[in-house]
């Protein structure tokens, strides 16, 4: 293969890893603010939850109120019962505590399905901080994992950056000058495999006596639509496959 094509494809690769690392680092801060946003949701999830748990808490207290003054009122009815003097005095007194203890009835009632929600409430709530606890972990380790493939991918582009310095100053000029023009066309790739007559990035065929001299991989050829440099991998023959059948016996 041509010296200079060889280093170029080396190259390649090269700024493809580079490329591919950067824009990994480069897309940390919104993979960082998307874990924050999933710890946040739970953080909410764990609030809300305690905020329905202190309503409910707070709807029982002003129910026990509410039942402690009908009681007082019953008591003093009752008082009142004892010191009447007439039946119409009685009636009506006793209709006020009938109309008083239906309502500690209703409210006692109301007590209890509070209650009863209550214990719903603390499940969810304790659901809601289970999950906050598992995103924390979950949390922690992506951020690890990620602390550590940010190294891996700084050091790794300070051997890009001195492995393509040593190619770079091996190269002919003039390769090197068209190979960092073509890659700032397009997007930062310069070389392309030709396969089957057809560049493998653009997908344009190429002409035949193009595609010859590209398959033998001595020259610079570039495509003749999106001039990219192009190369030749050669096709591998199967190893042939073992006889398998009995020998006659000598």
Do not use: W
Not at 52 to 57: E, G, L, T, Y
């Amino acid at each position: 293969m041509n010296a200079d094509l060889e280093r170029l494809i080396a190259l390649q690769k090269l700024d493809n890893t580079a490329d591919a690392a950067r824009k990994q680092l480069a897309s940390e801060p919104e993979h960082e603010r998307a874990l924050e946003a999933r710890l946040e949701a739970a953080r909410q999830e764990v609030a809300a939850a305690k905020d329905r748990v202190a309503a409910n808490k707070s709807a029982r207290a002003a129910l026990e109120k509410d039942v402690a003054v009908q009681q007082g009122r019953l008591s003093k009815f009752r008082e009142q019962a004892m010191a009447v003097k007439t039946n119409q005095e009685y009636h009506a007194i006793q209709h006020e505590i009938t109309f008083a203890q239906t309502e500690v009835k209703k409210i006692e009632d109301s007590i209890l399905e509070r209650m009863v929600e209550s214990d719903d409430l603390t499940a969810s709530l304790k659901a809601a901080e289970g999950k906050l606890a598992a995103e924390t972990k979950a949390v922690d380790a992506d951020r690890k994992t990620m602390k550590a493939a940010h190294g891996e991918m700084e050091a790794a582009l300070e051997r890009i950056v001195a492995e393509r310095s040593s190619l770079v100053g091996s190269l002919d000029k003039q390769v090197l000058t068209t190979f960092e023009a073509v890659s700032r066309k397009r997007n930062g790739v310069a070389v392309a495999e030709a396969r089957d007559g057809i560049c493998t990035i653009c997908h344009v065929r190429l002409r035949p006596q193009v595609f010859n001299t590209v398959r033998r991989n001595e020259e610079i050829v570039q495509c003749d639509s999106c001039n990219r440099i192009l190369f030749f991998v050669p096709v591998k023959a199967a190893a042939p496959a073992a006889d398998a059948s009995p020998q006659p016996a000598s």
